[in-house]
């Protein structure tokens, strides 16, 4: 079984900065797009920053200038860096990752399971 283990998440206060971590275990042969989605009661699930495999990223406006997407392909594993936190980013983060269990299945989305983000004074 393929799971997405999320780490990092927590309270902060405006200004100050966290680093979400997401790595993936199990039997995988191929990751492709990795990122990240948050998500406020009541709202949609919005995207915040995506990597594709070659390294491209990029992320909402919203977060810009502020919040830096990464990935390590030898740990499996895609981070999130977000610095000068705004109350608005307060959510639930979830990653996503797309991969392959084997040379000719198809690319299937994983998602983890979730981490709070809280950004109070």
């Known amino acids: 079984q393929v799971q997405l283990v999320e780490s990092g998440g927590g309270l902060v206060q405006p200004g100050g900065s966290l680093r979400l971590s997401c790595a993936a275990t199990g039997t995988i042969f191929a990751i492709n797009d990795m990122g990240w989605f948050r998500q406020v009661p009541g709202k949609e699930r919005e995207l915040v920053a995506r990597?594709?495999?070659?390294?491209?990223?990029n992320c909402a406006d919203s977060v810009k200038g502020r919040f830096t997407i990464s990935r390590d392909d030898a740990r499996k594993t895609v981070y999130l860096e977000m610095n000068s936190l705004k109350p608005e980013d307060t959510a639930v983060y979830y990653c996503?990752?797309?991969?392959?269990?084997?040379?000719?299945?198809?690319?299937?989305?994983?998602w983890g399971q979730g981490t709070q983000v809280t950004v109070s004074s």
């Open positions: 990597i594709t495999s070659g390294g491209t990223s």
């Open positions: 996503y990752v797309d991969l392959r269990r084997g040379r000719s299945t198809p690319f299937i989305s994983y």
